[in-house]
């Protein structure tokens, strides 16, 4: 059974810095998409960052230059390396896997797992 266990959330000011992670269990191979998604209070769930198996990344246009997602396959395990934090990125994040066709970050339903979600928040 495929388990996503994220870590790393927290409070800091604007302009600060955190790095989520997320480690994906139950694979017996290395899953091709793994991203991040976001949910602010009253809001839909939006695309953050993907990469695939290969390191091919994509970004919303709102993370980019601030956002930098990575990953180690070999753990199976996603990274989010997020600088010069804003108010508006405050919001729980998801991790996910999928093993569609795409792996972009807007492809909210080419997921399959989803993590319980870490939440940030970043005070003006």
């Known amino acids: 059974q495929v388990q996503l266990v994220e870590s790393g959330g927290g409070s800091v000011q604007s302009g600060g810095s955190l790095r989520l992670s997320c480690r994906a269990s139950?694979?017996?191979?290395?899953?091709?998409?793994m991203g991040w998604f976001r949910q602010a209070p009253g809001k839909e769930r939006l695309g953050v960052a993907t990469?695939?198996?290969?390191?091919?990344?994509s970004y919303a246009n709102s993370v980019k230059g601030r956002f930098t997602i990575s990953r180690d396959n070999a753990k199976n395990t996603v990274y989010l390396e997020m600088r010069n934090l804003k108010p508006e990125d405050t919001a729980t994040y998801y991790c996910?896997?999928?093993?569609?066709?795409?792996?972009?970050?807007?492809?909210?339903?080419?997921?399959?797992?989803w993590g319980h979600g870490t939440l940030v928040t970043i005070s003006s």
């Open positions: 139950g694979y017996r191979d290395s899953v091709y998409c």
């Open positions: 996910a896997t999928g093993n569609g066709y795409y792996c972009l970050y807007n492809d909210y339903l080419g997921m399959d797992y």
């Open positions: 990469i695939d198996n290969d390191g091919k990344t």
